[in-house]
């Protein structure tokens, strides 16, 4: 899935160049190129599907030369993940209908690769012989208010052992919205609640039952398509149906009301690199823990800050404590990191302000 | 005199662009461009002379256009003012004994231009029939330590009157160096101590004489040009002398030596621009004290803070209290207000430490 537009992470993220499209880790690659090449170990160039918005089509052949053209799936609007995801699952569907598919973001951070491909592969066996929809679970090492929880049943666990399923597998018993900090902080302690990380491990028809049972329209709209998936007809039929579908989460329109989710723990250095705090987080610091990305940096009493520059670009500061400092084109940011919830809303009123070249 | 670097205005003042070509105020016009014009209610074009480093002539030129060729008097190194002064002063001298002089930086405001002008010409007047060397005198408003002061003597002004020179025109006593807070307090109280604006009204004639008590080296050299000065071989000469001469200040080469010198008090406006502050206390504020140049700017819980950004360019800042942010070119600036005395310094280590790029 590689069709958001990071507004957390304005305004280096923009409508037309969003986060998975940008070296946001300074590595050379996108997030969007990273995950490419993490899945590459999954299963075979031919098998890997990008789903976007059809305003990114060129970002993404740019960025992914060696994906097909025909898998490359193009959202007329911006309806959520349940009709994106339905739309690649009824398409996969219509060419293989044992097909066993992975669902994940390309903005994220996973630095134990080959742990998260166990986990995968793990996942995967358990989703191809049981009717389940899974989700990797994030083991939380802080009370982040910044992530959704997933609750699971231990006594499910141990249930699952004796009927001879995997015990690192937990059945689900309910998802929790962003927390407040003293939730999280219960939830951290309570020893069986995970971070959502939005990646989903299932068998194609089983995630099709589900659309039928828990969303009835979604799983109309693109049944109808049926016939023309993998024709020319198809990106016809996609542009005229596909914003016609309800605007709704796979969350909320499948993964709360399903009584078959389980959850695999992965430990696997993951972060959704959500925020330009959750990238200080996680980036190399200095002895003042300030992250940086210019070489020619010039700070003084400056701790904890975050600093995005333009290539080439030098800073000069002093005095600044627990800083986001981002220059990108025509915005300058600079903005306290405890805030930086208000960037998206700050964000939209500069649109709304003084134009969309800010957006 | 347009020679100067500015550098306690970098990052937007530097080396290949100092501030007096900057259109600094935003009013669409530079420094150098400004003081030009208020010149020109003082003297025709045709004597009015610029006094910049050789580096910066395609600049004068361009800026003004209207200047003849010849009233461009390039240094060919930077050996402070009193060599510049001497320079255009010999070579006026060659063309007219009789002339009288005013000098001043290109790179000052004047807010009261009217009462400038006319402090100008009561101090022409005094100059052309009297052999004393004039500086204007600002009437100082606060205990600045950024500024020199010139101290002068109530009752040598009162023994003017009798000798029916004057009044308002004061002997002075001695020029103090830019003071600590504690000092520039008492010059302050004392009513009798005034800002030197470094603007200078003279007899040409009455000021060689000066050179040639006070600064015998500096007059060999300059009068060795008599012969060539306006003529084809002039650029020559001082190509070839100018950079032998001794690096010094008018200030430190005359005035704190000679006995002939006066001060006329004026209220005329005038601030030096000489750092982002002083620029930052003129220009007009918004109801937080803010001072900035772009019309897009998202400011919260930010309050006196001086903020100048390339054109086009939006800012977000929130909780910056008292700070200067100049993003300018290739350098991105975030500084306390209170201590920018260090970025003159700040900038020649960024040069040492990265590179010529940044000075």
Known sequence: MAG??????????????PKQFIDILGTGESLLQLTYQRFLKVCPNENIMILTNAGYADLVKAQLPAVLEDNILLE?????????????????????????????????????EDVFIGKINQALAFAESNDALLTLGISPTRPDTGYGYIEYLEDEGARNKEQGLETEIKKVAAFKEKPVLEKAQEYVNSGNYLW?????????????????????????????????????????????????????????????????????????????????????????????QNVYNSEHIHLNETRNCMI????????????????????????????????????????????????????
Chains 1, 2 share one sequence.
């Open 76 to 112: 007329p609007s911006r309806n959520n993940t349940a009709p994106c995801i339905a739309y690649a699952t009824y398409k996969i569907l219509q060419k293989n209908p044992e097909a066993n598919i992975v669902v994940a973001p390309s903005d994220h951070l996973i630095l134990k």
């Open 4 to 17: 958001g537009v990071g507004s957390r992470f304005w305004p280096k993220s923009r409508n037309h160049f």
């Open 196 to 288: 959502n990380a939005g990646i989903f491990i299932w068998k194609a028809a089983n995630l099709q039952k589900a659309f039928e049972k828990y969303a009835p329209e979604i799983d109309t709209l693109f049944k109808s398509g049926n016939e023309v998936y993998n024709t020319a007809d198809e990106a016809q039929f996609i542009m005229d149906q596909y914003p016609t579908s309800p605007d709704i989460s796979i969350d909320y329109a499948i993964l709360e009301k399903a009584d078959n989710i389980y959850t695999l723990p992965a430990d696997i250095g993951w972060s959704d690199l959500g925020t330009w705090a959750s990238l200080h987080a996680i980036a190399e610091q200095d002895e003042q």
């Open 308 to 359: 995005n520059l333009p290539k080439g670009k030098a800073a000069v500061i002093r005095g600044l404590d627990n800083f986001i400092v981002v220059d990108d084109e025509n915005v300058l940011m600079i903005y306290p990191k405890s805030e930086e919830q208000e960037i998206k809303g700050v964000s939209k009123e500069m649109v709304a302000r003084f134009g969309s070249q800010y957006s």
